[in-house]
């Protein structure tokens, strides 16, 4: 299985760091989440496969995005080259010097690879043609997911026009995550992947102390043990409590004591039942630290809601005023809007 796959009109992009913790966590089974950083032979190779057995793929550029990797098999040169032999031109992203050195690829001579200060190389072309329409890509791995992510959402946003009972208000759009989850499996892996790696920045240190996951429905149940694999933390459900491999059937067998809590969630619209969730934690004795989720409702602008408030949660994907109506999403009230 291939997770980072994203087409584009002129290229297709591979994540070589999401595939490496796929193939460490769920093919070899050496258990390092997110936290390995060396690239093996078995996952190029993986992907070499990948392309080789595709009869759709029309594009003849391949992005590697190198982003996290600092070390590689000595043996991983001889298959990129296959793949370039693929008839494929090669783009990197988010290189080191180290690997370049490492691959021996110092001699392609293309002044549009420029070294920057840090000893890395944000694109390097593994190639050396003087003119070159690839030199005009504008290849930003955020932006891609983002486009990726947007296209594939819209195939779930479904018409609802109820009132949503917890928080009051009325619901023009339901977002069916359970069939994108379930139809989108490969593609979600590398959502959560990259939810994964914003837990690691956003509460670095506090991952040192094992907070705990909380997961809050049968769908975020999912995305909780998928994250929990990836980060290597312990997981609570609300109907059954407790680390990976012992959860408890008591809420009140659970020692909230001195304990962190990220609450996780498939979507968070108004927040409603991270709020409850919240409390419930903290009610207990224990330290709330904030919500993660795949998909977010952006009813406030990202100005009203600090960076460092707790109550912002940190997700893959928003929906806000520059994509609902694309989308199709729509919350509204029974109040009069302020120009009626």
């Given at each position: 299985?291939?997770?980072?796959?994203?087409?584009?009109?002129?290229?297709?992009?591979?994540?070589?760091?999401?595939?490496?913790?796929?193939?460490?966590?769920?093919?070899?089974?050496?258990?390092?989440?997110i936290y390995i950083s060396s690239l093996q032979f078995e996952t190029i190779n993986r992907v070499y496969n990948f392309i080789k057995d595709s009869d759709t793929i029309?594009?003849?550029?391949?992005?590697?995005?190198?982003?996290?990797?600092?070390?590689?098999?000595?043996?991983?040169?001889?298959?990129?080259?296959?793949?370039?032999?693929?008839?494929?031109?090669?783009?990197?992203l988010n290189i080191s010097e180290r690997i370049i050195d490492s691959l021996s690829l110092m001699n392609i001579d293309n002044e549009k690879n420029i070294?920057?200060?840090?000893?890395?190389?944000?694109?390097?072309?593994?190639?050396?043609?003087?003119?070159?329409?690839?030199?005009?890509?504008?290849?930003?791995?955020?932006?891609?997911?983002?486009?990726?992510?947007?296209k594939r959402l819209k195939n779930y946003v479904v018409e609802y026009q109820k009132p949503h009972a917890s928080s009051f208000v009325y619901l023009h759009s339901f977002i069916d995550l359970k069939k994108v989850i379930s139809n989108e499996r490969p593609f979600i892996y590398y959502a959560l992947y990259r939810l994964a790696v914003k837990i690691k920045s956003k509460w670095s240190k506090q991952l040192s102390?094992?907070?705990?996951?909380?997961?809050?429905?049968?769908t975020s149940t999912f995305i909780v043990s998928v994250l929990s694999k990836l980060l290597k933390l312990d997981i609570l459900i609300?109907?059954?409590?407790?680390?990976?491999?012992?959860?408890?059937?008591?809420?009140?067998?659970?020692?909230?004591?001195?304990?962190?809590?990220?609450?996780v969630s498939d979507l968070v619209c108004l927040g409603t039942e991270v709020k409850i969730t919240k409390n419930l934690i903290e009610f207990s004795g224990g330290k709330y630290l904030g919500n993660?989720?795949?998909?977010?409702?952006?009813?406030?602008?990202?100005?009203?809601?600090?960076?460092?408030?707790?109550?912002?949660?940190?997700?893959?994907?928003?929906?806000?005023?520059?994509?609902?109506?694309?989308?199709?999403?729509?919350?509204?009230?029974?109040?009069?809007?302020?120009?009626?």
């Open positions: 299985m291939v997770i980072s796959f994203i087409e584009s009109p002129l290229f297709i992009y591979f994540n070589l760091h999401a595939e490496e913790v796929i193939s460490s966590n769920y093919l070899n089974d050496d258990n390092q989440g029309v594009q003849k550029c391949i992005v590697l995005d190198f982003n996290y990797i600092e070390h590689i098999q000595v043996n991983i040169l001889k298959k990129i080259i296959e793949i370039r032999d693929l008839n494929f031109k090669l783009i990197f070294l920057t200060e840090e000893k890395a190389y944000e694109i390097f072309y593994f190639f050396a043609d003087t003119e070159s329409s690839l030199y005009e890509l504008e290849v930003k791995g955020d932006k891609l997911f983002y486009d990726e992510f947007k102390h094992n907070p705990i996951l909380v997961g809050q429905s049968l609300f109907d059954k409590i407790g680390p990976i491999t012992k959860l408890y059937k008591k809420l009140e067998k659970h020692n909230f004591e001195n304990r962190e809590y990220i609450v993660v989720s795949l998909v977010k409702v952006e009813t406030l602008t990202r100005d009203d809601i600090k960076l460092d408030n707790v109550d912002r949660t940190i997700s893959v994907f928003s929906i806000t005023e520059n994509n609902n109506q694309e989308l199709k999403y729509y919350i509204y009230t029974n109040l009069k809007s302020l120009d009626e």
